[in-house]
């Protein structure tokens, strides 16, 4: 009897993880997103912002035509998918969700949420505007890790008037750096360690901290 009452409860407790994922999206209303950010993966580049209500509205209403595939989202980011798109609907709550493509379909995933399928337009609509409004930004790769510019001064100044680095190379500007110590804007920068994934350079007469992005 206990063997009968514990595999039933097993069965109880899988049954609940798995409908603890939605089969529905459910999305913030058009009026509590300010703006909506959209970004290839792996990200290499600047991110596009679309703030336009028309915009957030045409967005909504093409996510609203996605069908539930059932399949359940177990990852921070879809895995074994090709031409990823991150889209970040800015609210009071963010919610980030992934278009791409998979074994010749496309898909929406908001991670641990659930997984849905979409139309071909409606991937190539949001694919084809983030390919075409991005554009590259400065990089640098120190300690295996790309770092990206940020566009922000460094107020105060590195702590410590010892460099720890020194960009040796680079390579074309619209190219991304594959060495450490290689940039795409150019050689002879000092770097050092500025925090937990940010780097400061003296580029442009000034500090300027590139951070690491997932």
Same mark, same amino acid.
């Given at each position: ?26 999305? +913030? &209303?058009?009026?509590?997103v300010s703006s909506v950010?959209?970004?290839?993966? +792996?990200?290499?580049?600047?991110? !596009? ?15 609203? *035509? &996605? @069908?539930?595939? @059932? ?16 889209? *970040? ?5 963010? !919610? ?5 493509? @998979?074994?010749? @379909?496309?898909? #929406?995933? /908001? =991670?641990?949420?659930? /997984? ?8 190539n609509k949001y694919y ?7 554009? /590259? ?10 770092? #990206? %510019?940020?566009?922000? =001064?460094?107020?105060?100044?590195p702590t410590c008037g ?9 390579? &074309?500007?619209?190219?991304? =750096? *594959? ?8 050689? %002879? ?14 580029? %442009? %007469? ?5 951070? &690491?992005?997932?």
């Amino acid at each position: 009897m206990k063997r009968i009452i514990g595999v039933m409860l097993g069965l109880f407790l899988l049954v609940g993880c798995s409908s603890a994922q939605q089969s529905t999206l459910e999305l +913030p &209303a058009k009026e509590q997103v300010s703006s909506v950010e959209l970004a290839m993966v +792996p990200a290499v580049a600047s991110v !596009v912002t679309k703030g336009d209500s028309n915009f957030v509205e045409e967005l909504l209403a093409d996510l609203a *035509t &996605a @069908k539930s595939t @059932k399949q359940e989202s177990v990852n921070d980011k879809p895995v074994n998918a090709e031409n990823i798109v991150s889209v *970040t609907l800015v609210a009071d709550k963010d !919610v980030r969700g992934y278009f791409y493509q @998979k074994d010749g @379909k496309y898909y #929406f995933e /908001i =991670p641990y949420n659930g /997984i849905w399928e979409i139309d071909q337009l409606v991937y190539n609509k949001y694919y084809q505007l983030t390919e075409s409004e991005q554009q /590259i930004v400065r990089m640098v790769r120190i300690d295996g890790k790309l770092f #990206f %510019d940020v566009n922000r =001064p460094v107020i105060n100044g590195p702590t410590c008037g010892t460099q720890d680095g020194l960009i040796s190379s680079t390579v &074309a500007s619209d190219q991304i =750096p *594959t060495e450490d110590n290689q940039s795409n804007f150019g050689v %002879d920068y000092q770097w050092q360690y500025g925090g937990m994934n940010v780097i400061n350079i003296m580029v %442009d %007469d000034g500090w300027m901290a590139f951070e &690491a992005r997932d």
